[in-house]
């Protein structure tokens, strides 16, 4: 049997990216998957599709993670599709780089509504809609490690979310195990768009690998800590970068 056959699992912010893979690797575990976006339908019809295809079960729902309203229907409707959610995992975020100095108000309001409230929002609803036994994983970055001009906001975000995540371990019960994953550098629009070879490069060479990370890498990680074999782990964050920090 698969080890995630039965269990149901909602991955925000799954239409593309690190999301993607992750939503369709779970589900090549037998999990039930629900693919949540805010923007395109079609990138999120398009990973329901490949799951479907594969022969796992996925639908899609739209939500925007700020809008704790709309949270409380993504919930809501992924349950009464599903009958339950068993396994969250706060994938939807974003990355603003710029210096301090040049951070405008509405950059660091965005990155913070996204990466944190975001994340809030969805963990407040899981505190009372998580299936017992259940299990919560968040997204941070590995670049929080490290002291990385032009990510300030980014990274403060994402420790942030590490907080939560530790925090909310002692305080959630029912069975329920709380950790966070940690990417590196990984091959994905979100992390390449805009940065030159050069830069790539360099940071490939910051691991042993010699090589940036690629999507399904997180997704391994991700699918373990959702399986009842991790149900040990608890309020961890989980590196996944090949050793960069």
Known sequence: MKRLAEKVILVTGSSKGIGAAIAQHVAHEGAKVVVNYAGSEADAQQVVNAINSDGGEAIAIKADVRNSAEVDA?????????????????????MITKPIRDTTDDDFERQFAINVKGVFNTLRKATTHLADNGTIINLSTTISRLMVPTYGTYTASKTAVEQLTRVLSKEIGRGINVNSVSPGPTNTALFVNGKPQ????????????????????????????????????????????????
């Open 198 to 245: 050069e830069v790539i490069d360099r940071l490939a060479a910051m691991n042993p690998f010699n090589r940036i990370g690629e999507p399904e890498d997180i997704a391994r990680v991700v699918a373990f800590l959702a399986s009842d074999d991790a149900k040990w782990i608890n309020a961890q964050n989980i590196g996944v970068n090949g050793g960069m920090a």
């Open 74 to 94: 993504l919930f809501e409707n992924a349950i009464a599709h599903f009958g339950r959610i068993d396994v969250l995992i706060n994938n939807a975020g974003i």
